[in-house]
C-alpha cells in the first residue's frame, strides 16, 4: 500500500500537480491565474508582467483604467511587460549607466506590473508591501528597470511591487472634447490614475502573494517622487497606502524671513510645481493638434502612437515655438485639487510618516526645501525622516561616456543603493559601497515595516524638526568605509 501511494504522488507530480504545500503554487487573482519563477536569490519568487488594468488602446485611450482583460490559462509570469511608449535610449549617461537593452518593445499597452515575495499562496503571512515608482521625467522609464531588481527586498521579508504606467501624452494629455467626454469633467493625470489603479489591484490581490494590503508604502524618485507627492495629496489614493517615501523629489518652498528674500525654487521644485490651469493646458493641446490636422477625439484616436508622440516636438520646431504639452501631472479638481506645497502647509496631504531626502550632487541643493517641510509635518503632528545621499560613485575612468555626464553622488546614483541591485552595475564597487548598501535597504525596508527607518525601536536616525533640522548622511570615510551618520546636508 505504502509503494502504491509513492507511485501515485510520484505520477502527480510528474503531471504537474499541485499542493497546497507547494513553494511555487498557482495563484487566483483578478483577472485569472499566474505562476512565478524563481530569483536568484534563496526562497524569492518573481512574478513578471501581470496586468493590471485593460491595455489602455483605440478607445481607451486616454481614459480611466478599466478591469483587467481576463484570461484562461495558467500564465507564467516570466517575461516584464511593455514599458510606456517612450524615445529610443541611445548609448551614453543613464541609459549606459543602467544597462538598457532587454526590455520589452515600448508600447502604449504598457499596464503591467511585477511582484517579488518569498512567500506565494501564503495569504496569513501578511508581509509588509511596497510599491516602487519609477521616475523619468513622466515621458520615460520603466519598473523593470535592472537597478530596480526587487528580490533584495523580498529577501528581507517585504512584498515589492514595481509598475509601468502611461507616460507623456499617452499618460498627461489634456484636451477638451476629452474633459467634455469624461463624467468629472476633467482630462490628463492618466498616468496618475494607473499608479491608483496598481494600488487598487494591491488591495484586492496583494495577499495571494502573502502580502499585507493594510500595510503598503509607496515610494519612488524623481518623477516617481512628484507622483509620490501627487498621491499624498490625491483624495483617490486616500487610504489606498499607508507609509511615503520621497526620493530626489523636492520638498516645499521654503518663506522668506523678515528683511529677507524668498530663496529661490530648486530645478525640481519648478520641475514639479508647474501647474497651469486645466482650461489654459486645454487651450495650448488644441491649438497643436489643430495645426497637425488632428482635429476632434476621432482623428486624435485613431493617430498612430508614433505620429502622436512627435508632434509637439514637429510643431515647436515648425513654428519656432517653446509651447509646452501638458506631460506631467496637473491640479485638475478630480485627481489632484491642489500643489503638494498648499497641501502640506494645509495638513491635508496623506498623514502618515515620511521619509524625504535627495543626493548631493542632485539637481540643485534640496536640503532647505526638504527642511522645510519636514518642519512643517512636525507643526502637523507627524513625523518626517530627512537624508542626504553623499557618497560619489567609483569611477574606473573605462567609461567616460556616462561619467562625462554623471559625476558624484548624481540625481538617481542612490537607486543601486536603495535596492541593493550593485550586481548590476559596471562600477568598481568596494566593500564599503556594499556595506552602505545594506544599511540604506534596511532602513527603508524597516521604515516600509515598521514607519520607522530604525526598526521597531527609535535609534540613530532621528526625525528632521525644526529644533534638530538634521538629516542622515549616507557616505563612506577616508578609509573608504561605510560611516553614515546624524547631520547637516554637505555642500556639493
Given at each position: 500500500?505504502?509503494?502504491?501511494?509513492?507511485?501515485?504522488?510520484?505520477?502527480?507530480?510528474?503531471?504537474?500537480?499541485?499542493?497546497?504545500?507547494?513553494?511555487?503554487?498557482?495563484?487566483?487573482?483578478?483577472?485569472?491565474?499566474?505562476?512565478?519563477?524563481?530569483?536568484?536569490?534563496?526562497?524569492?519568487?518573481?512574478?513578471?508582467?501581470i496586468p493590471y488594468a485593460a491595455p489602455?488602446?483605440?478607445?481607451?485611450?486616454?481614459?480611466?483604467?478599466?478591469?483587467?482583460?481576463?484570461?484562461?490559462?495558467?500564465?507564467?509570469?516570466?517575461?516584464?511587460?511593455?514599458?510606456?511608449?517612450?524615445?529610443?535610449?541611445?548609448?551614453?549617461?543613464?541609459?549606459?549607466?543602467?544597462?538598457?537593452?532587454?526590455?520589452?518593445?515600448?508600447?502604449?499597452?504598457?499596464?503591467?506590473?511585477?511582484?517579488?515575495?518569498?512567500?506565494?499562496?501564503?495569504?496569513?503571512?501578511?508581509?509588509?508591501?511596497?510599491?516602487?515608482?519609477?521616475?523619468?521625467?513622466?515621458?520615460?522609464?520603466?519598473?523593470?528597470?535592472?537597478?530596480?531588481?526587487?528580490?533584495?527586498?523580498?529577501?528581507?521579508?517585504?512584498?515589492?511591487?514595481?509598475?509601468?504606467?502611461?507616460?507623456?501624452?499617452?499618460?498627461?494629455?489634456?484636451?477638451?472634447?476629452?474633459?467634455?467626454?469624461?463624467?468629472?469633467?476633467?482630462?490628463?493625470?492618466?498616468?496618475?490614475?494607473?499608479?491608483?489603479?496598481?494600488?487598487?489591484?494591491?488591495?484586492?490581490?496583494?495577499?495571494?502573494?502573502?502580502?499585507?494590503?493594510?500595510?503598503?508604502?509607496?515610494?519612488?524618485?524623481?518623477?516617481?517622487?512628484?507622483?509620490?507627492?501627487?498621491?499624498?495629496?490625491?483624495?483617490?489614493?486616500?487610504?489606498?497606502?499607508?507609509?511615503a517615501i520621497i526620493m530626489s523629489g523636492?520638498?516645499?518652498?521654503?518663506?522668506?524671513?523678515?528683511?529677507?528674500?524668498?530663496?529661490?525654487?530648486?530645478?525640481?521644485?519648478?520641475?514639479?510645481?508647474?501647474?497651469?490651469?486645466?482650461?489654459?493646458?486645454?487651450?495650448?493641446?488644441?491649438?497643436?493638434?489643430?495645426?497637425?490636422?488632428?482635429?476632434?477625439?476621432?482623428?486624435?484616436?485613431?493617430?498612430?502612437?508614433?505620429?502622436?508622440?512627435?508632434?509637439?516636438?514637429?510643431?515647436?520646431?515648425?513654428?519656432?515655438?517653446?509651447?509646452?504639452?501638458?506631460?506631467?501631472?496637473?491640479?485638475?479638481?478630480?485627481?489632484?485639487?491642489?500643489?503638494?506645497?498648499?497641501?502640506?502647509?494645509?495638513?491635508?496631504?496623506?498623514?502618515?510618516?515620511?521619509?524625504?531626502?535627495?543626493?548631493?550632487?542632485?539637481?540643485?541643493?534640496?536640503?532647505?526645501?526638504?527642511?522645510?517641510?519636514?518642519?512643517?509635518?512636525?507643526?502637523?503632528?507627524?513625523?518626517?525622516?530627512?537624508?542626504?545621499?553623499?557618497?560619489?560613485?567609483?569611477?574606473?575612468?573605462?567609461?567616460?561616456?556616462?561619467?562625462?555626464?554623471?559625476?558624484?553622488?548624481?540625481?538617481?546614483?542612490?537607486?543601486?543603493?536603495?535596492f541593493k541591485s550593485l550586481k548590476h552595475?559596471?562600477?568598481?564597487?568596494?566593500?564599503?559601497?556594499?556595506?552602505?548598501?545594506?544599511?540604506?535597504?534596511?532602513?527603508?525596508?524597516?521604515?516600509?515595516?515598521?514607519?520607522?527607518?530604525?526598526?521597531?525601536?527609535?535609534?540613530?536616525?532621528?526625525?528632521?524638526?525644526?529644533?534638530?533640522?538634521?538629516?542622515?548622511?549616507?557616505?563612506?570615510?577616508?578609509?573608504?568605509?561605510?560611516?553614515?551618520?546624524?547631520?547637516?546636508?554637505?555642500?556639493?
Amino acid at each position: 500500500m505504502k509503494k502504491l501511494s509513492f507511485l501515485l504522488l510520484s505520477v502527480l507530480a510528474l503531471l504537474g500537480c499541485t499542493s497546497p504545500k507547494d513553494k511555487n503554487p498557482v495563484l487566483t487573482i483578478e483577472g485569472g491565474q499566474v505562476q512565478g519563477v524563481l530569483a536568484e536569490n534563496p526562497g524569492v519568487y518573481v512574478y513578471r508582467g501581470i496586468p493590471y488594468a485593460a491595455p489602455p488602446i483605440g478607445d481607451l485611450r486616454w481614459k480611466e483604467p478599466q478591469p483587467v482583460v481576463a484570461w484562461d490559462s495558467v500564465r507564467i509570469c516570466d517575461k516584464f511587460g511593455h514599458p510606456g511608449y517612450q524615445a529610443v535610449h541611445y548609448p551614453g549617461g543613464y541609459a549606459s549607466e543602467w544597462g538598457y537593452g532587454d526590455e520589452a518593445p515600448y508600447s502604449e499597452d504598457c499596464l503591467y506590473l511585477n511582484v517579488w515575495t518569498k512567500a506565494p499562496g501564503q495569504t496569513d503571512k501578511k508581509l509588509p508591501v511596497a510599491l516602487w515608482i519609477h521616475g523619468g521625467g513622466y515621458f520615460e522609464g520603466w519598473g523593470s528597470e535592472p537597478e530596480f531588481d526587487g528580490q533584495e527586498w523580498a529577501s528581507k521579508d517585504m512584498v515589492l511591487v514595481t509598475i509601468n504606467y502611461r507616460l507623456g501624452i499617452f499618460g498627461f494629455m489634456t484636451y477638451p472634447a476629452l474633459s467634455a467626454e469624461s463624467p468629472h469633467h476633467v482630462s490628463g493625470n492618466y498616468g496618475i490614475l494607473d499608479q491608483i489603479q496598481s494600488l487598487k489591484w494591491i488591495q484586492q490581490n496583494i495577499a495571494q502573494f502573502g502580502g499585507d494590503p493594510n500595510n503598503v508604502t509607496i515610494f519612488g524618485q524623481s518623477a516617481g517622487a512628484g507622483s509620490v507627492r501627487t498621491l499624498c495629496e490625491s483624495p483617490l489614493a486616500r487610504g489606498l497606502f499607508h507609509k511615503a517615501i520621497i526620493m530626489s523629489g523636492g520638498g516645499i518652498n521654503v518663506p522668506a524671513k523678515d528683511g529677507e528674500q524668498a530663496k529661490p525654487a530648486t530645478p525640481m521644485n519648478k520641475f514639479f510645481s508647474y501647474n497651469p490651469t486645466l482650461a489654459q493646458s486645454e487651450a495650448e493641446t488644441k491649438k497643436v493638434m489643430d495645426w497637425a490636422g488632428l482635429t476632434d477625439l476621432e482623428k486624435l484616436r485613431s493617430a498612430s502612437t508614433e505620429i502622436l508622440y512627435t508632434v509637439g516636438r514637429m510643431y515647436n520646431m515648425v513654428n519656432r515655438s517653446d509651447l509646452f504639452l501638458m506631460q506631467r501631472p496637473i491640479v485638475d479638481g478630480y485627481v489632484s485639487l491642489k500643489r503638494f506645497d498648499e497641501a502640506t502647509r494645509e495638513g491635508t496631504i496623506a498623514d502618515v510618516p515620511y521619509m524625504i531626502g535627495y543626493t548631493l550632487n542632485d539637481m540643485g541643493s534640496m536640503g532647505p526645501g526638504i527642511a522645510e517641510f519636514c518642519k512643517v509635518r512636525q507643526e502637523k503632528g507627524g513625523k518626517a525622516w530627512a537624508y542626504e545621499f553623499a557618497r560619489p560613485l567609483p569611477d574606473d575612468g573605462k567609461h567616460p561616456d556616462i561619467t562625462n555626464r554623471l559625476k558624484g553622488a548624481f540625481h538617481s546614483s542612490d537607486l543601486w543603493y536603495v535596492f541593493k541591485s550593485l550586481k548590476h552595475g559596471w562600477r568598481p564597487w568596494t566593500q564599503g559601497d556594499w556595506d552602505l548598501s545594506e544599511k540604506m535597504l534596511t532602513a527603508w525596508t524597516n521604515f516600509a515595516k515598521y514607519g520607522n527607518p530604525n526598526g521597531e525601536q527609535d535609534g540613530a536616525w532621528k526625525p528632521c524638526t525644526s529644533e534638530e533640522p538634521q538629516f542622515m548622511l549616507f557616505k563612506l570615510d577616508d578609509t573608504g568605509a561605510e560611516a553614515s551618520e546624524m547631520g547637516n546636508p554637505i555642500l556639493p
